[in-house]
């Protein structure tokens, strides 16, 4: 069954870094989705995307944050000069023509 | 503005069911949906109603009233392994597509 795939799994970086989440959607779906969840606290809706371009954006994405799909598989996301409340689960997600998004394994980022 | 609303905690015994509840108050609504999450893990997909009525899936069914802004997630012959976080999410149309916007998650825990 195909899925949606994340790496890293786990990333770890100082504060002020710049770290790249990468995301494989599945292969067929054309509508791509990042959200995060801090720790003991609700998924919250990043950012969406489609066609090549965001198509909607949450308050919380900010200049800070951009996306990209630099190739036909890949679709990642950037989040410069991180902050120590950046730490989360990174969720990708992709939906198909159904609309019903299905959700990678995340990333759990640490900004120490 | 945008409001979900379930319960923080249900306890359950294992083999019975359980009704969990969820309200929304939402500026747009394309479909309800529920997903399972595991402590660390990603949310998995359950159930999705757009229209009223009730959808049933194995163990696991979902009902929506759009006019009282109102679902439940029915689970069913309850083992252990249901113990999880469900998480109740609105659908939003947006600019350029939709968004999901989730409730808090209800932590059921299935006791002997």
């Known amino acids: 069954e195909p899925e949606v795939t994340q790496t890293p799994s786990h990333q770890v970086t100082q504060m002020g870094q710049e770290v790249i989440l990468r995301c494989v959607p599945i292969s067929n779906h054309l509508y791509f989705y990042w959200y995060r969840q801090i720790l003991g606290q609700k998924v919250e809706f990043l950012v969406s995307?489609?066609?090549?371009?965001?198509?909607?954006k949450s308050e919380i994405f900010d200049d800070q944050f951009s996306v990209e799909r630099p190739d036909g598989s890949n679709f990642t996301l950037k989040i410069r000069s991180t902050k120590l409340e950046d730490s989360a689960m990174y969720f990708c997600?992709?939906?198909?023509?159904?609309?019903?998004?299905?959700f990678g394994p995340g990333t759990r980022l640490t900004v120490l | 503005g945008q409001n979900i609303d379930q319960p923080t905690e249900m306890t359950a015994t294992e083999g019975a069911i359980v009704q969990i509840n969820c309200t929304y108050q939402?500026?747009?609504?394309?479909?309800l949906f529920w997903y399972q999450q595991h402590a660390g893990e990603a949310p998995t997909f359950l159930s999705y109603?757009?229209?009223?009525g009730l959808e049933e899936k194995g163990r696991f069914s979902s009902f929506l009233s759009r006019s009282k802004g109102y679902s439940y997630l029915l689970l069913k012959e309850l083992q252990m392994k249901d113990s999880a976080s469900y998480l109740c999410a609105v659908r939003e149309p947006t600019g350029g597509g939709n968004k999901l916007t989730f409730g808090t998650g209800t932590q059921l825990k299935v006791e002997l």
């Open positions: 995307f489609y066609n090549n371009e965001i198509s909607e």
């Open positions: 939402t500026s747009g609504f394309n479909g």
């Open positions: 109603n757009v229209l009223d």
């Open positions: 997600a992709s939906a198909g023509p159904s609309g019903m998004e299905f």
